[in-house]
C-alpha cells in the first residue's frame, strides 16, 4: 500500500471559436456543464470541501488550513458561502429522500443538540436536528437503509408532527413525551403506533445498580439480558419478519409478562422518588410501547439503529461547536442525511457526490431526482 497527498491545482480551459470566412458565422467549442458555473471553483473542489466537514468532520477552519498546505489561499467565508449554495442543490435530492422515507409503515426517530450562533450577541440558541431512520436489514426487509436530518428551533413535539406529516405505521423512539402528540386519533393520517426502547429500559436500572448495587436493579437487568439475547439469536439466523414474530411470541412475551409483574410488585414495597422507584416507573409508563416488539417482528428491541447514525452530528457539534446561521443548520442537516445514507448502504461520499454533481450538471429533469438517492450510486463501495 501507498499513499499520496491530495493535490489541488488550477486548470486553464481554451475554447476557440472559428469564424466562416464565406457566411460570417461562428463555432465555439462546446464548454463542459458545472454546478458551480461562472465561479473559479471547480464542483469536485466544493465536493472535497462537503466531504472534509460532514463526513470526516473537519470544521472549515481546518480545511482552509489543510488548502493552505497545499499553496491555496481560500477564505473560510469563501467556503461557507459554497457549502451553503451546495446544499441548495442538494436540497431536491434530499427531499427526495425524505419522501421516500416517509413511504414505508415502519421508522425510527430520535433527535439531538444543534446550537446555532446569534449574530451580534456572542452566544449561542440551542435547536435540534430530529433523525428520521429506516432500517429493515435485520429481518430482510426489502428497502435500502436510509436517515433524513430535520433543522427545528426547539425539541416541541409539534416539529416531530411537521415532520412526519403524512406518514402512517409504527414509529419506534425513545420515552420522550413529545412524541406522544402523533397518536392522538385526529391527527392527520391517524394515529401512529409508538413502540418504546428497552435499550433506555435497561440504562435506568444500570444506573441504579451502579449508584446503589440494588439487588432488585441486578434481577431486572438479568431479565432483559434474556431478551436481548433471543434477539442475538434471531439476527444471527438472519430471521424474518413472521419467524421474528413467532420466536418471540413463544419465548420473548413469557419473560416480559413476568418483568412487568415483577416490577408491579416491587412498586407496591419501594418508594415511588427512590432511585429505583423512578426507573420502576419509566418502564411501567412505557409498558404498552414497550411490548410492541412481540407482536410486531418488523419492531427492534430498542432504537439503537437510529442513534448510530445520530453519531456523526454529535462529532461534527464537538469539532465545530455551532451553525453560523438558522440556514447553515439546515444545509448541515441535508448533506449530514445524504452523507448518513451513503454510509448505510455502504457508498463512499465522495464517489457520490461527484456522481451526483456531474449529474446535475448535465441538467438532470427535476422528475429523476430521486434516481440520484445514494443507493441507485453505480460506483463507490467500500469496506468500512
Not at 225 to 245: D, F, G
Amino acid at each position: 500500500m501507498s499513499h499520496k497527498p491530495a493535490e489541488i491545482y488550477v486548470i486553464q480551459e481554451i475554447y476557440p471559436k472559428y469564424r466562416c470566412q464565406n457566411c460570417d458565422r461562428f463555432a465555439q467549442a462546446k464548454v463542459p456543464g458545472r454546478v458551480f458555473d461562472y465561479t473559479r471553483f471547480d464542483d469536485s473542489l466544493v465536493v472535497g470541501a462537503l466531504v472534509a466537514k460532514y463526513a470526516d468532520f473537519l470544521p472549515l477552519y481546518r480545511i482552509q488550513q489543510i488548502f493552505g498546505r497545499s499553496g491555496i489561499r481560500l477564505n473560510r467565508t469563501t467556503l461557507s458561502r459554497l457549502v451553503l449554495k451546495a446544499g441548495d442543490f442538494l436540497r431536491p435530492i434530499y427531499e427526495s429522500l425524505i419522501a421516500d422515507i416517509k413511504s414505508d409503515t415502519k421508522l425510527f426517530a430520535d433527535e439531538t443538540r444543534i446550537p446555532v450562533l446569534q449574530p451580534g450577541l456572542g452566544k449561542t440558541k440551542t435547536c435540534y436536528a430530529w433523525a428520521i431512520c429506516r432500517d429493515d436489514r435485520r429481518w430482510r426487509g426489502n428497502k435500502p437503509p436510509a436517515v433524513s436530518f430535520h433543522f427545528t428551533g426547539s425539541r416541541e413535539g409539534r416539529h416531530a408532527e411537521t415532520i412526519l406529516e403524512g406518514y402512517s405505521g409504527v414509529l419506534q423512539v425513545d420515552g420522550y413525551a413529545g412524541y406522544n402528540r402523533l397518536t392522538r386519533e385526529e391527527r392527520a393520517g391517524g394515529s401512529l403506533a409508538l413502540a418504546y426502547c428497552w435499550a433506555h429500559a435497561r440504562r435506568k436500572f444500570e444506573h441504579v445498580k451502579k449508584s446503589t448495587g440494588s439487588a432488585e436493579a441486578s434481577e431486572v437487568l438479568e431479565r432483559i439480558r434474556a431478551l436481548y439475547a433471543i434477539e442475538k439469536s434471531l439476527q444471527k439466523n438472519h430471521a424474518t419478519a413472521l419467524v421474528r414474530q413467532a420466536v418471540r411470541e413463544a419465548q420473548s412475551k413469557p419473560i416480559v409478562d413476568a418483568l412487568f409483574n415483577y416490577l408491579e410488585n416491587l412498586s407496591s414495597r419501594i418508594l415511588g422518588k427512590s432511585v429505583l422507584g423512578e426507573a420502576i416507573n419509566y418502564t411501567m409508563k412505557l409498558r404498552n410501547g414497550l411490548r410492541v416488539f412481540l407482536s410486531d417482528g418488523r419492531v427492534e428491541i430498542d432504537s439503537n439503529p437510529v442513534e448510530n447514525t445520530i453519531r456523526p452530528l454529535a462529532v461534527l457539534r464537538k469539532n465545530a461547536l455551532f451553525a453560523g446561521s438558522a440556514r447553515g443548520g439546515d444545509v448541515w442537516t441535508i448533506i449530514s442525511s445524504l452523507i448518513g445514507t451513503c454510509k448505510l448502504n455502504g457508498v463512499e461520499p465522495h464517489a457520490y457526490f461527484s456522481w451526483v454533481f456531474e449529474n446535475l450538471a448535465n441538467k438532470l429533469p427535476l422528475s429523476k431526482y430521486d434516481k440520484l438517492l445514494p443507493w441507485h450510486c453505480p460506483r463507490g463501495a467500500y469496506a468500512v
